[in-house]
């Protein structure tokens, strides 16, 4: 069993560094909106493009509610998995053993005792630590429990396709979505002893379907089954008005529509983009997007990224060492200094807000499983960049002159993080 865990562990640790060889050497799609629309982001005419584009569908009627720190997050969600009545569907790239997920497996558990139809789908690789042993209770009260692409030869060819997503989906009816997984350092113990910093969105309204529906894709890959009925579709009215586009991505051709999502959010932009991305390595032709919102249209660009509170030390050096060429054009980043910061979120002039498992890097934008809610809502977009503009109270922000003179230290950061572990 040891040598097994060295095994699959060796195997997690080339998928990260194939995924950071090819941010930096891989092949550049060279994605560019040759013909950017004559119209606001907010029009009619942009929301139908981006609509087609993406393969999704604006749908109105959402509420949402932002949920800051795990503190929040974890408590909302294991409230309403308590008052599930028929389903409750997670899909989860992180699953790891620890306080909070004891309570997430008999919150679960407790559920499926009662008739309530429980689905898990877990990555492997990102669940790596948490054996199935560890859902006993969860499974032998009826629970179903899936991995998603775990080492078995007829998979080894997707191997390097994992679900990233973060999902929950209970009756049909309310869903939650984000950047966090279930593990303890989101409550207590992260980089250094601090607890990470995060963001999680409930939702209720028409989107919850769509958001089953994302669900529902990888659990016929996994279980061979096509979920159907009200107990899984059921979406009542709402007096809200919140527009939202679900945006499923998965590999397709070197392209996914994730990417889609934000190059054409950027490369529309006419006010301000704010990102805040925990893994930051963006490939030429979106560093392109960026640097031309910036120069030729004078956007204000900010970006968001860990400081040395971080949990992937070889990803943050590969990271700093494409802060030069965004400096020298006007684009201000920041590195948060409390704790990690693990919040992925795109705000686009004042009334778009993109939250969902995608980093800005390779991974999630060409091999990865991800989703994210696109909203086109001034008031949720102002309530995340309130969280945002607190962060940035928070983080100290690197100019060029910094990133010049400190660059030979960085190299040497770089090259001892590659002796580090990297989950």
Not at 65 to 75: D, I, M
Not at 171 to 193: L, P
Not at 224 to 237: A, H, N, S, W
Not at 334 to 352: F, G, I, R
Request: with cysteine; proline share 4%.
């Amino acid at each position: 069993m040891h040598t097994a865990l060295i095994v699959i562990g060796s195997i997690a640790i080339a998928l990260q560094a194939l995924s950071l060889y090819r941010a930096f050497f891989g092949p550049d799609l060279g994605y560019s909106v040759k013909t950017r629309p004559d119209v606001a982001v907010d029009s009619p005419e942009f929301c139908s493009l981006l609509a087609f584009l993406t393969e999704a569908k604006l749908l109105e009627g959402n509420r949402i509610e932002v949920l800051t720190n795990g503190p929040c997050f974890y408590e909302a969600e294991l409230c309403a998995i308590a008052q599930a009545r028929r389903s409750i569907n997670l899909e989860a790239y992180i699953f790891h053993r620890g306080d909070v997920s004891r309570r997430f497996v008999k919150t679960l558990a407790e559920r499926a005792r009662a008739g309530v139809q429980v689905r898990l789908t877990l990555d492997y690789i990102g669940c790596l630590s948490t054996p199935r042993s560890y859902l006993k209770e969860l499974t032998g009260a009826g629970g179903q429990l899936r991995w998603y692409h775990p080492p078995r030869p007829d998979l080894l060819p997707d191997l390097n396709n994992r679900t990233h997503r973060e999902l929950i989906v209970i009756d049909g009816q309310t869903a939650f979505i984000g950047g966090a997984g279930i593990a303890d350092w989101w409550m207590r113990d992260g980089v250094k002893g601090r607890r990470w910093r995060d963001m999680i969105l409930r939702v209720e309204g028409p989107s919850v379907a769509a958001l089953q529906a994302v669900f529902a894709q990888n659990w016929l890959r996994v279980a061979g089954e096509i979920l159907t009925g009200d107990e899984y579709f059921d979406v009542p009215g709402s007096a809200d008005s919140t527009p939202a586009l679900v945006v499923g991505s998965t590999p397709a051709a070197g392209a996914t529509q994730a990417r889609i999502l934000f190059q054409l959010l950027i490369s529309c932009a006419r006010k301000c983009v704010y990102i805040s991305s925990p893994y930051f390595l963006p490939d030429g032709s979106a560093r392109r997007a960026i640097i031309q919102a910036a120069r030729e249209r004078n956007v204000e660009v900010r970006i968001l990224t860990p400081g040395d509170n971080n949990d992937q030390r070889l990803t943050r050096a590969s990271s700093r060492e494409l802060y030069g060429s965004l400096l020298k054009h006007g684009i201000r980043i920041y590195e948060y200094q409390p704790s990690m910061n693990h919040t992925k979120a795109l705000m686009v002039d004042d009334c778009w807000v993109v939250v969902g498992s995608t980093n800005f890097d390779y991974r999630s934008f060409v091999i990865n499983d991800e989703v994210n809610l696109a909203l086109l809502d001034p008031g949720t977009t102002r309530r995340v960049a309130q969280d945002f503009e607190r962060d940035l109270a928070q983080s100290k922000e690197i100019t060029y002159e910094d990133w010049r003179t400190k660059r030979r230290f960085r190299m040497a950061d770089r090259l001892l993080s590659l002796l580090e572990r990297q989950e």
